[in-house]
């Protein structure tokens, strides 16, 4: 993403959270970013293609994020499991996500439905493969039902809590009463066999999902371009992680582990330089491939 179009970002999330997404013009936009009518539309066909931007963004980093948590950590232990749903819930405070969430409310704009519609279902999709992780295969058909519950419970809660006192409660201590909540119906559900969200409801859900594929081919172009940039005045290390990353890629081999190693070095060796921004979008691309291959999807 370049410098512009995270600046028409910035200013459009400001702005939905200000003045409310429905009463937000793209001239407000246009104003606040200081950028001309053409280079908006250089970027954003509508208003509407903000939102989604800034969404993909969030949901992106909270991918990334969750992704680097779980990293040589047993996928069924259940601490790590309540750090990666706690997540979410920081991410969104961070950048506002509920507020622009709620200035939404009687929006009857298709694409923006449809929108929302996807956002909601990928997180819960995200949370019900976790759950067969931690729980095994015996709870897949009920899955999708115990991560809606999930949701729906922690969402709840920290809404009454900070009602109630003013302040934020803890996502991590919240999501951890809700998850012995979750014991107990696992187990009630495995007896008695019943199911809302039956696993027909949930493939008519997930046929409305397009997930973006990142491919090796992507990758290695994206670094490329990237690469190109450097010069001598970049740090020596960066440069080198760069290609250790692009030959990895272009090997046979395609070592999850060795990737996973040269990326944090990668990240790391460009902390606090202009090359930043472009480095942690590199990573979200390179967690989301990491995720697919390991998930195999």
Sequence with gaps: MNKRKRQIIHAARQLFIDKGFNDTSIMDIISAAHISKGTFYNHFASKN?????????????????RYEIAINEDRSNIDILIKQIALIAYVNRKRNVVQIFESLAGNADKE?????????????SWLANRLVDVYGEKIRDISFECAVHIIGMMQQSLRIIAMATKQFGSPEEVIKVVMNHIDAIIERQLIKKEIIITPEIVQSL????????????????????FKE???ENDPESGIEYTDYLIKELQSNNDSLYILEAILQAFIKSFKSTTHEHEVHEISIAFWRYLHMKKENL
Excluded: P
């Design 49 to 65: 293609e903000c939102l989604i931007a800034i969404l993909e963004e969030t949901r992106e980093e909270a991918l990334s994020q």
């Design 112 to 124: 923006l439905k449809a929108l929302l519609e996807k956002h909601i279902i990928l997180e819960i």
């Design 206 to 225: 997930q046929l409305k999902v397009d997930l973006r594929i990142v491919s090796k081919e992507m990758l290695v172009n994206q670094l490329e371009g």
């Design 229 to 231: 940039k450097l010069t």
